[in-house]
């Protein structure tokens, strides 16, 4: 996850310092390429690394909660987010034929491409549902611990912070 941070970032200032943040008026056609050509790779590489992230924290699921069917849930939700996240990053990345009218506005006028609102709406939702089942998933071993209701509670924040 740490690997794909830092090109992200990379990309992220790249974008900066081609225009992101100045109307759209105010850039140049080689502006508006290059934000696009950045925007291409850094959304590949966000897509990528919420995979991993999400993979991380399933992880360490599998290493502290001893239960059978926490393990298998987690392996079982492995496999619904490889199934989802991988499909979801190749039509992203080739939703255009040819794939560059992604980033280059003369190649888009004649290019056949896929509505890109529909597929940020489907990561959204995906999204969404994900982080619920991923944090919701330690809550019925959680609240079977036997602790005080206080640390719980305590517990239960802690894994729900990821849902902000």
Request: contains cysteine.
């Amino acid at each position: 996850c740490k690997a794909l941070c830092i090109p992200l970032c990379v990309f992220f200032v790249l974008n900066v310092n081609a225009g992101v943040g100045k109307h759209i008026w105010d850039l140049t056609y080689a502006r508006v390429f290059t934000i696009g050509r950045w925007t291409y790779i850094a959304t590949i590489l966000w897509g990528t690394e919420m995979l991993l992230i999400k993979y991380s924290i399933l992880c360490l699921y599998l290493r502290i909660f001893p239960h059978l069917w926490l393990k298998r849930a987690v392996y079982a939700f492995m496999a619904f987010s490889a199934c989802f996240t991988v499909p979801l990053l190749l039509t992203a990345a080739f939703r255009c034929n040819p794939v560059r009218a992604q980033w280059d506005l003369e190649a888009a006028k004649t290019a056949k491409c896929l509505d890109w609102l529909v597929i940020l709406k489907l990561t959204v939702v995906y999204e969404i549902i994900a982080e619920i089942i991923l944090f919701s998933l330690p809550v019925p071993v959680v609240l079977q611990l036997q602790m005080a209701t206080a640390k719980k509670i305590q517990l239960l924040v802690f894994f729900g912070l990821g849902l902000l």
